[in-house]
């Protein structure tokens, strides 16, 4: 440890005057000395003084004995992992251990201090960094992405507004137009009672004249008319039109409104990050610059879609009906399991346990058979689960599909708790392409990576673990003779993704970035469904011929 007074930029002091720079150095008493002390230091004759030159860069700080305390810890006990000076050693309690050179330890562990030095610089704290950057980008984007909302909310509020003024100004207009019909028929009825009246007015004063004149020939010749006004004129009678106004509660306004989707915020699991060894380590097999056919199976289905391995032997599959096979190399069925609906199942997998689990898009189930009783581990609501596939931690990973057929997501299940929703990319753009009636197999790489083959995006879309896309694979036009049409996808333990190119025939092998490395021909026709066995076994169902071919390409 560097004195109080000085600094690593400073020329190292005497441990002893404290003035003039070090030269030497006491191994027995573990103190920097210069050439006027070295003298008065030895001089000491208590002790044993091994006075040597000073190297600052290679001499090490040998830490005192606890049980010897003017003896130094000059070697190190492998069994108990401390350092021991020679008196533990050979009379101690650390006899008859294994000792090796501190400095040799020292030496060894400086290295492995300096590589993780070096890793933490240059590519774990690079790492951190770039998350800090990402979530502060994010957190400069609230602003932008929340005022849009708080846009679109008074925008559709002004929506209601004029909807809302447009009906009270139709119901203001329909008022105003009977008010005048109203008021037009009771003129009408008054003139009617006025002419009346005024013709009642116009008799009774001439009867009044007669009597008085006492004329005969007047009196004689008037005739009565009070039958005609003893039936009164109609009365009219308009009922005022009333306003039956539907009581609305806060919920149909909400939803009238529109509502917003919850704030989602999970909180996932970190990236691990391989090390440096593991990057680097080249793949432990090869790829064969001729893939080989060593085995075909007949599954008696007339279409075959999928499969996945049990054993090197053993291989389960589904085709166009409801009845699940699991069939051996020579093509003897071993077991047969049928849906619970009686449909024809979507997708199969096997779990960690061996067990085989099937999806039921129209029942909108994923199920579990164990024993070969079929339990419903997810029901879904307002989705259809597709494909499926088992991961290292022993989750299921499911592609699925809205009900209106307009979204397709990637779920991660842990049991029948959801863990993880995977749709969009950081700019909010869907990461699989919709449409109804699309394939999209799905796979877990050995790097973690998720893997779906998009069938109608004619792409390979790879996220990694947290749902960021890593990648898409697509296919140069002059490079086949049919559209790209990825089907079936699996990954191998060298973290190689294959996929099933059905229009062209073939399979692509993909590095775990995305590259192309080769094709898998073997006069394959027609290839759908994919998976590998534990020693890279590729099993390919092809679907018009109803065959799984066993091809080894390592």
């Known amino acids: 440890m560097l004195h109080p007074r000085r ?65 130094h810890c000059d070697l190190h006990c492998e069994k108990c992992e401390i350092p021991i000076c020679s008196t533990c050693a050979l009379f101690g309690k650390h006899k008859g251990h294994d000792v090796s050179d501190i400095q040799e330890k020292l030496s060894a562990k400086t290295k492995s201090l300096q590589k993780d030095l070096e890793e933490l610089e240059t590519r774990i704290y690079p790492r951190y960094e770039e998350m800090a950057h990402d979530v502060q980008t994010e957190k400069a984007e609230l602003e932008t992405k929340y005022g849009k909302l708080t846009t679109g909310t008074d925008q559709q ?42 013709e009642l007015k116009q008799i009774m004063s001439d009867l009044k004249s007669i009597l008085k004149s006492n004329d005969l020939s007047l009196t004689s010749t008037y005739k009565s008319r009070n039958s005609e006004f003893r039936t009164l004129p109609p009365k009219v009678r308009v009922t005022v039109p009333s306003l039956s106004a539907q009581k609305m509660n806060k919920d149909q306004l909400n939803q009238m409104f529109g509502s917003l989707s919850p704030l989602s915020i999970n909180t996932e699991d970190g990236d691990t990050m391989k090390s440096a060894e593991a990057v680097s380590s080249p793949p432990v097999k090869p790829l064969l610059d001729e893939p080989c056919l060593t085995a075909t199976i007949d599954t008696g289905y007339k279409y075959l879609y999928g499969i996945s391995c049990l054993s090197e032997d053993q291989v389960w599959t589904r085709g166009e009906n409801k009845t699940m096979k699991l069939l051996n190399l020579q093509s003897e069925l071993l077991t047969s399991i ?62 699925m599909i809205s009900d209106d057929d307009k979204q397709y997501k990637v779920v991660r299940y842990s049991g029948s708790t959801e863990k993880q929703s995977i749709q969009f990319d950081d700019q909010g753009r869907p990461l699989y392409a ?16 998720i893997c779906v083959a998009d069938y109608r ?63 898998i021909h073997c006069d394959l026709l027609g290839p759908w469904g994919l998976c590998v066995d534990i020693r890279d076994n590729l099993f390919v169902a092809e679907c018009g011929t109803a065959k799984v071919k066993k091809i080894q390409y390592l």
Request: aromatic letters at 6%; glycine letters at 4%.
């Open 457 to 519: 995006a004619s792409a390979v879309v790879v996220v990694n673990q947290s749902g960021k896309l890593r990648f898409r694979y697509t296919v140069h036009p002059s490079n086949t003779k049919l559209s790209f049409s990825p089907v079936g996808i699996t990954t191998d333990n060298q973290s190689h993704i294959l996929t099933a190119d059905f229009n062209n025939d073939r399979i692509h092998i993909l590095d775990q970035d995305g590259q192309f490395l080769r094709y």
């Open 7 to 71: 600094s690593a930029q400073e020329v190292l002091l005497c441990d002893l005057c404290e003035t003039v720079p070090l030269q030497s150095h006491c191994e027995v008493c573990n103190i920097n000395l210069c050439v006027n002390c070295v003298g008065k230091h030895i001089s000491d004759s208590s002790k044993d003084h091994n006075v040597l030159p000073y190297l600052r860069r290679n001499a090490p700080n040998y830490s005192k004995c606890p049980t010897h305390p003017d003896k």
């Open 338 to 399: 049928k849906t619970k609906s009686g449909k024809e199942p979507r997708d199969i997998a096997m779990t960690r346990d061996g067990d085989l689990v099937y999806t039921d898009p129209g029942r909108r189930t994923l199920n579990l058979v164990k024993n070969k009783k079929i339990q419903t581990v997810i029901t879904l609501q307002g989705w259809r689960p597709l494909y499926v596939c088992s991961t290292a931690s022993d989750d299921l990973l499911v592609t």
């Open 157 to 198: 509020g002004e929506i209601l507004h004029r909807e809302i003024t447009a009906i009270v100004n139709q119901r203001k207009s329909a008022i105003a137009e009977m008010k005048n019909k109203h008021l037009s028929t009771l003129n009408k009825n008054t003139e009617e009672i006025t002419q009346k009246m005024a």
């Open 434 to 449: 919709s449409g109804r009636y699309t394939s999209k197999y799905i796979s877990e790489n050995k790097n973690l990576d």
